[in-house]
């Protein structure tokens, strides 16, 4: 089962390698989906009071999108370096899939505090910055 991770391409043709680089890119773009839901799943579960768990499960969701969403060349680093020409334009489709992910997960966790109130959204959160 694990042991087909680590396949050679020598004896493969030009076509399945390059089929096989773009399979690698794609699941490397939707990696942080799966992570996104599980997020979201458990800010969900928190509730929206301000509480010391939900505060920590809502950081916790910035924290790791702006990680990945910081860390995407890093990441496609190693999967994009002597890619063809031709594969270049989808690394940076899958790299922009990444990034539009990760800002989705981004999103979510501000929804989320502006839901605990923790986002100053209204004129009375200024109130102390007017002048008098």
Do not use: H
């Not at 890619?83 to 989705?104: D, H, S």
């Amino acid at each position: 089962f694990f042991f087909g991770a680590q396949m050679s391409t020598a004896g493969m043709s030009a076509g399945a390698t390059y089929e096989l680089k773009k399979q690698k890119l794609w699941e490397a773009a939707y990696a942080p989906g799966t992570s996104i839901a599980m997020t979201t799943f458990m800010m969900w579960m928190s509730g929206n009071d301000v509480q010391i768990f939900s505060i920590m499960i809502t950081l916790m969701a910035v924290m790791n999108s702006l990680k990945s969403f910081f860390g995407a060349n890093k990441t496609f680093e190693k999967l994009s370096s002597g890619l063809p020409e031709e594969l270049q334009a989808e690394a940076m489709r899958a790299k922009a899939m990444f990034m539009l992910i990760n800002a989705g997960g981004l999103a979510l966790a501000m929804v989320k505090c502006y839901y605990m109130g923790l986002l100053p959204t209204n004129g009375s959160d200024w109130v102390d910055g007017t002048p008098r």
